[in-house]
């Protein structure tokens, strides 16, 4: 789990590092006007926010700080993602995950662990969108498998033998 975790978020740093220049707070018309940086602050919060929430053992990605900084400073955004590899990795632990939904906030209980995978999922996600955008401001090279689930990686291999 961790291992999948930190090599998506290095595959990830390694995309954003080699993005031209410009267009990472670039808006994007097909991405419904968001931006490359804000879709990668959207996934660096909810690490921090799991992170963050780690000791005292309460997670609410919905009171998430939306730092603008890591929107409009890929270099900062990279230090962020070295910054959540270097501290991802944890014992499991029980944690109370809280939503506000409808006005009315509902507390889940969960784990460490089953968090962690959840933030690898929503990384693949807006990789995928991510992916879009970068394909749509440059001919950059993009590895096949960023927004890729690990799941389906390996079932296509099991396909292509």
Same mark, same amino acid.
């Given at each position: 789990?961790?291992?999948?975790?930190?090599?998506?978020? =290095?595959? /990830?740093?390694? !995309?954003?590092?080699? %993005?031209?220049?410009? @267009?990472?707070?670039?808006?994007?018309?097909? %991405?419904?006007?968001?931006?490359?940086?804000?879709?990668?602050?959207?996934?660096? *919060? %909810?690490?921090?926010?799991?992170?963050?929430?780690? *000791?005292?053992?309460?997670?609410?990605?919905?009171?998430? =700080?939306?730092?603008?900084?890591?929107? =409009?400073?890929?270099? /900062?955004?990279? =230090?962020?993602?070295?910054?959540?590899?270097?501290?991802?990795?944890?014992?499991?632990?029980?944690?109370?995950?809280?939503?506000?939904?409808?006005? *009315?906030?509902? @507390?889940?209980?969960?784990?460490? /662990?089953?968090? !962690?995978?959840?933030?690898?999922?929503?990384? $693949?996600?807006?990789?995928? %969108?991510?992916?879009?955008? !970068?394909?749509? /401001?440059?001919?950059?090279?993009?590895?096949?498998?960023?927004?890729?689930?690990?799941?389906? $990686?390996?079932?296509?291999?099991?396909?292509?033998?």
């Amino acid at each position: 789990m961790f291992k999948s975790s930190l090599k998506t978020l =290095e595959q /990830f740093k390694n !995309v954003l590092s080699e %993005l031209p220049a410009g @267009c990472y707070s670039q808006s994007c018309q097909i %991405l419904s006007n968001a931006s490359i940086g804000q879709h990668t602050r959207h996934i660096i *919060e %909810l690490y921090l926010c799991l992170i963050n929430g780690y *000791e005292v053992a309460d997670v609410s990605y919905d009171k998430r =700080e939306r730092n603008t900084k890591i929107e =409009e400073d890929v270099d /900062f955004a990279l =230090e962020q993602l070295t910054y959540i590899q270097m501290n991802l990795t944890k014992p499991d632990k029980a944690i109370k995950v809280s939503y506000e939904l409808e006005d *009315e906030e509902t @507390c889940l209980d969960s784990n460490y /662990f089953r968090e !962690v995978i959840y933030n690898l999922e929503h990384t $693949i996600h807006h990789q995928a %969108l991510i992916k879009i955008g !970068v394909r749509h /401001f440059s001919t950059q090279e993009i590895p096949e498998s960023f927004g890729v689930a690990p799941s389906t $990686i390996e079932y296509r291999k099991a396909c292509a033998q």
